[in-house]
T-cell receptor, first 116, second 108 residues
Framework: ETGVTQTPRHLVMGMTNKKSLKCEQH?????MYWYKQSAKKPLELMFV???????ENNSVPSRFSPECPNSSHLFLHLHTLQPEDSALYLC???????????????FGPGTRLLVL | GQNIDQPTEMTATEGAIVQINCTYQ??????LFWYQQHAGEAPTFLSY????GLEEKGRFSSFLSRSKGYSYLLLKELQMKDSASYLC?????????FGTGTRLKVLA
C-alpha cells in the first residue's frame, strides 16, 4: 500500500469515447504527477500539479486534459484518443520543498489503457 | 540534452550479487533515485542519493559520483523476488528524468 490509489486499473476505449482516470493520494503531499509508461521507453512526465497549480505540461496533446480540484485528487480526462496512446498511466505524488530526499515520488498502481 | 542511460537487461543467479549502473546528464541535480517495478505494478522507492558515496539499506546499496554523472545499485544475496525492472531517476532543477529501466532476471 503506497498511499496513492488509481481507478480504473484497466480501461479499454474506442477512439471516439470520453473517459477519465482518477488518482487519489492519502499522504498529505502537495504535488501530484501524471506519467505515461510505454513498453521499452522511459517514464514520460505529462503533467505536474504543485499546490494545485499546473506547473508543467510537456507538450502533451490536447486530447489529454488534467484536472486537480484539490491537493489530494488528480484526474486525467481522455477524449478522441489514438491507438498509440495505449500505455500504462501512472499517477505519483510528492512533498515538494521538504528537502533531504523527502521529495521522493510515490506512485499509484497505474491504469492500463488500451485504445482500439 | 537530458538523458539517463542504464542497461536494458541483466541476468544473475539466486544468491549472487549484481550491480546495475546508471549514467546521467541533466540540467541541475537535486538527487538520484532508484525504483523497483515488478511487471504490472507501480514503481516503488528503493533509495536516494544526493551526496557522493554509498548508501546502504539492507541487501540493497546505492552509490553516487556527481562529478562522473554515475550511480549504481548493488543487490546482494539475490532472491527470486528481486526479478523486476530497476529504474534510475534524477531530479533535475524542476522535475524528474527517468531511465528506461533495467530488467533483472534472477535464475534459480
Amino acid at each position: 500500500e503506497t498511499g496513492v490509489t488509481q481507478t480504473p486499473r484497466h480501461l479499454v476505449m474506442g477512439m471516439t469515447n470520453k473517459k477519465s482516470l482518477k488518482c487519489e493520494q492519502h499522504l498529505g503531499h502537495n504535488a501530484m504527477y501524471w506519467y505515461k509508461q510505454s513498453a521499452k521507453k522511459p517514464l514520460e512526465l505529462m503533467f505536474v500539479y504543485n499546490f494545485k497549480e499546473q506547473t508543467e505540461n510537456n507538450s502533451v496533446p490536447s486530447r489529454f486534459s488534467p484536472e486537480c480540484p484539490n491537493s489530494s485528487h488528480l484526474f486525467l480526462h481522455l477524449h478522441t484518443l489514438q491507438p498509440e496512446d495505449s500505455a500504462l498511466y501512472l499517477c505519483a505524488s510528492s512533498q515538494e520543498g521538504a528537502g533531504g530526499g523527502q521529495e521522493t515520488q510515490y506512485f499509484g498502481p497505474g491504469t492500463r489503457l488500451l485504445v482500439l | 540534452g537530458q538523458n539517463i542511460d542504464q542497461p536494458t537487461e541483466m541476468t544473475a543467479t539466486e544468491g549472487a550479487i549484481v550491480q546495475i549502473n546508471c549514467t546521467y546528464q541533466t540540467s541541475g541535480f537535486n538527487g538520484l533515485f532508484w525504483y523497483q517495478q515488478h511487471a504490472g505494478e507501480a514503481p516503488t522507492f528503493l533509495s536516494y542519493n544526493v551526496l557522493d558515496g554509498l548508501e546502504e539499506k539492507g541487501r540493497f546499496s546505492s552509490f553516487l559520483s556527481r562529478s562522473k554523472g554515475y550511480s549504481y545499485l548493488l543487490l546482494k544475496e539475490l532472491q527470486m523476488k528481486d526479478s523486476a525492472s530497476y529504474l534510475c531517476a534524477v531530479r533535475g532543477t524542476y522535475k524528474y528524468i527517468f531511465g528506461t529501466g533495467t530488467r533483472l532476471k534472477v535464475l534459480a
